[in-house]
């Protein structure tokens, strides 16, 4: 079930207005079931997955909490790691292992094609939050299996998170949510930018960059260059739209998940990017891998392959391809050089654009089907015809109209966020009496009504990181027709 869907918006609806229909008692019920219906909307078999994996560390963290045995509470936490790793790896990398092993020792074996279960990455990590933070002291037993359920499933944040902690997310459904206006119109806005961000921008920018990449080989130049820089954008924007619409949604039934950016491209490092730009996974990563791999503290070289760890597994967990795995190396790469050079411009600015340029570099890798057509990208975007700059500019797949818009939105966009660095605009709009509130949202939402991306011959564009491709196929499109939706079953 897309968030950008009529189908989602129906759903919600009902769901919001069940959800404060009913006994406060009874709420966390309403979510649970809606949240079982929302995944298994796509494809009901795989909901024995999900509720496997939620039963694996429901029981892991009952052990944990019943016994005082250190050594028991540590083989607990191993095995349910184990086996919910060991599902995930044999659903999402099984097909992979198998290549490679092919590759490297000249075979030919062949397995079944498997389909990935939606959202797999996401609501297993956030599982394996609840025995470590037991274990850890942070978090307290939850006794109602149901709650706990929830706290896996909760759909807003199921299929791309924001990848939720226990000792943050399951306290929540413990509490009273009493209908409150002003979370309500804030959740609103929240999701109404986060539509723009993915109707006005991301599917827009989406035509030129697909048009590229799937024809990669009859350009060079000009459109490559700008392409790059352009899915930069893109990846941002869509990803930031679903997050957005997620924790807009979540926030509307009283809920807060947490914020997955925070002006990535303004960051000045690629140490502040990560804290940046996907911050429940980098935050994930950071305190489930990097500190218990020892961080920083057991010298210099230790620190370099730590890190290098950490976004190798990053990578991976973004994908089971060679193309992510080098995205990931890159990044633990600049970690690392940053911190041996360990200089910056006195000016910030500069700072700033050697950081984008540097992430946009990684991003092509991310972005390219394989490493073939990104290699192709790097050598050939340098390559600049200064003739004929215009039509260039127009094969590449937008007219002047989508120009633009996408110039007015962008430019726009990155107003406010210069601006939010030293206010929150948000908060601001909080503020202002009723009559301008509403006369904010319906401009915003006239704004997507009249240049959002969607009409005749529309492609109702998925979200990037939902990424439905095939096991034994790379088709990196990126986006599906909604009628495909419960053939392509490939989730991050």
Known sequence: MLFNSLIYLSFFIIVFILYYLVSDKYRYIVL???????????????????????????????????????????????????????????????SFIVESLNMILKQNIQINNIL??????????Q?????????RKQQLP????????????????????????????????????????????????????????????????????????NNLYEYQGIPLLLIVFLYSFQIYFDFASYSNIARGSAKMLGYNLTNN????????????????????LSTWFKEYLYFPLGGNRKGKVRTYINLLIVFLVSGLWHGAYYTYII???????????????????????????????????AWIF????????????????????????????INIGFDK?????????????????????????????????????AIFVLMLAFTIIIFGHYGPGFDNSQFIYLGYWGAHEKEKNNYCHYDNYNIYNWSW
């Open 261 to 280: 950016f925070n002006s990535p491209y303004l960051a000045d490092s690629i140490k502040t990017f990560w804290g940046r730009w996907h911050i429940s």
């Open 327 to 361: 995205w990931g190396l890159l990044h633990g790469i600049y970690q690392i050089l940053e911190r041996i050079i360990n200089k910056k411009s006195r000016y910030k600015v500069i700072n700033i654009i050697i950081t984008f340029i540097l992430v946009t570099f």
């Open 366 to 393: 991310f972005r390219a089907n394989t490493l073939a057509d990104a290699i192709y990208v790097i050598k050939n975007m340098f390559n600049i015809n200064f003739i004929n700059i215009k039509n260039q500019i």
């Open 401 to 437: 109209y989508d120009l633009i818009v996408l110039s007015i939105s962008m430019i726009s966009v990155f107003i406010m966020e210069v601006i939010n660095e030293k206010r929150k605009i948000l908060t601001f709009f909080c503020q202002k009496n009723d009559y301008l509130k």
């Open 127 to 135: 599982a394996i939050t609840y025995p470590i933070d037991l274990y």
């Open 142 to 213: 939850e006794r109602n299996f149901l709650k706990f359920a929830l706290f896996v499933a909760f759909f807003p944040q199921l299929l791309s998170g924001p990848i939720g902690k226990s000792k943050e997310m399951l306290p929540q459904y413990s509490e009273k949510h009493k209908f409150n206006g002003k979370e309500v119109y804030t959740g609103l806005i929240i999701v109404l930018y986060g539509y723009f961000q993915k109707l006005v921008i991301a599917d827009l920018l989406a035509l030129g960059v697909n048009n590229v990449y």
């Open 32 to 94: 649970l079931i809606a949240s079982y219906i929302f995944y298994g909307y796509a494809n009901i078999n795989y909901i024995a997955i999900l509720l496997g994996i939620t039963t694996i560390s429901y029981f892991s963290g009952y052990i944990i909490a019943k016994t005082d045995n250190v050594k028991t509470k540590k083989v607990t936490i191993t095995i349910s790691i184990i086996i919910s790793i060991g599902i995930l790896i044999y659903f999402k990398y099984l």
């Open 116 to 125: 990935v279960p939606l959202g797999i990455s996401f609501f297993t990590l």
